[in-house]
C-alpha cells in the first residue's frame, strides 16, 4: 500500500494567491493552474484580461510539470532538434508543454503538485509560477 501526499484545496488557494500577487505586480493578468500529485486539476483561476487560449495551456503545464517533476522549461531546452526529447510534446494527446510556466510544487523533496501559468512571456510564466510554489513553501 502507498501513501500519497498531496495539495489540498487550501494549498492550491495559498498557491494562486501567491502567483496572482506577481502577476499583479507585473500587470500581466493570467491563467493559473494548480494540479495534485497526478497532474489532475484541483484549482484554477482566471484573471480578468487574461487570454482564453491560455486557460488549457495553464492546465497542461500544472500536468506536464508534475508528470516529468520538473519545470516545463526544462522539458523546452530537451525538445529541440538533436536533443533526447525532441517530439515530447505531441505525446499524450499534446499535453505535453515544453514552454516555460510550468512548475511541480514539492513537500520534504516530494512533488505534491504542480501549478501551470500562462498568458504573458514564458518569462513572465514562469516568475508567477514560482511565486506560487514560494507562497505553498512559506506555509
Given at each position: 500500500m502507498l501513501t500519497?501526499?498531496?495539495?489540498?484545496?487550501?494549498?492550491?488557494?495559498?498557491v494562486i494567491a501567491g502567483a496572482?500577487?506577481?502577476?499583479?505586480?507585473?500587470?500581466v493578468p493570467m491563467c493559473i493552474a494548480v494540479t495534485d500529485?497526478?497532474?489532475?486539476?484541483?484549482a484554477f483561476?482566471?484573471?480578468?484580461?487574461?487570454?482564453?487560449t491560455s486557460i488549457n495551456l495553464a492546465i497542461d503545464k500544472g500536468f506536464t510539470a508534475t508528470?516529468?517533476?520538473k519545470g516545463t522549461h526544462v522539458l523546452g531546452?530537451?525538445?529541440?532538434?538533436g536533443q533526447p526529447a525532441h517530439g515530447i510534446s505531441s505525446t499524450l494527446g499534446g499535453r505535453m508543454v515544453t514552454i516555460a510556466g510550468g512548475l511541480p510544487v514539492l513537500s520534504e523533496?516530494?512533488?505534491?503538485?504542480?501549478?501551470?501559468?500562462?498568458?504573458?512571456?514564458?518569462?513572465?510564466?514562469?516568475?508567477?509560477a514560482e511565486a506560487g510554489v514560494l507562497a505553498f513553501s512559506h506555509t
Open positions: 500519497v501526499k498531496r495539495l489540498d484545496i487550501k494549498d492550491a488557494h495559498k496572482r500577487a506577481k502577476a499583479e505586480e507585473i500587470a500529485e497526478s497532474g489532475n486539476l484541483i483561476e482566471r484573471m480578468d484580461g487574461s487570454k482564453t508528470g516529468i517533476k531546452e530537451v525538445n529541440q532538434p523533496g516530494e512533488v505534491v503538485g504542480g501549478i501551470g501559468v500562462s498568458s504573458g512571456s514564458p518569462a513572465q510564466d514562469l516568475l508567477v
